[in-house]
């Protein structure tokens, strides 16, 4: 297997362990625990997405993490005066700044940068002046990449949903815009992340692009867990990767 200096991080999303939780309002399965067996299988990060409305990830499971996670602990969040509170005053490494509906049943895009700029402006600064590193989860567009530059964040995550969507030649001009994308934001000198959809056969062709450092998966894990285990799910994963 690849050594971790030769692939990008692979950062897991278990919101979905959460989301099993919570189907009954039980104390399991625990994000805590899971997170915890993800790191031992090998996984450089945990990230979580603590919506406002509490769907799957709780403010314990945040705190609980916050203590427990020892490699990168990343918060996704909406760019709201309630979390930028709860953000600073919990301190994860990462703060991933995300749209958000109620109605919607995951992300279904990346931030509007322009069109919010004031609220993910106010946020990404009150986030850097606590010593929180911000990302924003953007489309792969220019536009938006440059906008994420000028609002001060260090950091873009770029949405590959419509790429793991996409079939044949139109997937294929979304992997080309994930790579004009890449190449924008290394110009500028932003860490580039990507995620959204990637399973274990569509992530080769984005870890081949140049330059992007970080992919954050957890549905897809989560999923194949349930069959066998999360630590051989975060192996599955890993060896996809180096592959």
Request: aromatic content about 2%; overall charge negative.
């Amino acid at each position: 297997m690849a050594s971790r200096k030769d692939r990008p991080a692979l950062h897991i999303n278990v919101d979905h362990v959460a989301t099993l939780r919570q189907s009954r309002g039980t104390r399991y399965p625990d994000p805590v625990w899971a997170a915890a067996l993800c790191e031992l299988a090998g996984a450089d990060g945990i990230t979580i997405h603590l919506r406002e409305d509490r769907r799957h990830i709780q403010d314990r499971d945040l705190r609980l993490l916050r203590e427990t996670v020892n490699q990168v602990l990343n918060l996704e969040m909406a760019a709201t005066q309630e979390m930028v509170a709860i953000a600073r005053e919990v301190r994860p490494d990462v703060v991933t700044l995300v749209p958000e509906r109620r109605e919607e049943r995951t992300t279904e895009g990346g931030l509007d940068v322009v069109g919010q700029r004031v609220s993910v402006e106010r946020a990404t600064a009150a986030l850097g002046e606590a010593g929180i590193a911000v990302s924003l989860f953007i489309d792969p567009v220019e536009e938006a990449v440059r906008a994420a530059r000028q609002l001060g964040a260090p950091r873009i995550e770029l949405h590959t949903g419509d790429y793991c969507n996409a079939h044949g030649p139109v997937q294929k001009a979304e992997l080309a815009r994930l790579a004009q994308a890449t190449a924008v934001g290394l110009e500028l000198g932003l860490h580039v992340a990507a995620g959204h959809g990637l399973t274990t056969d569509n992530v080769g062709e984005v870890v081949a692009i140049a330059g992007i450092s970080e992919l954050n998966i957890g549905h897809a894990i989560v999923a194949r867990s349930v069959f066998i285990g999360i630590e051989a799910a975060v192996g599955e994963m890993l060896a996809a990767i180096a592959r």
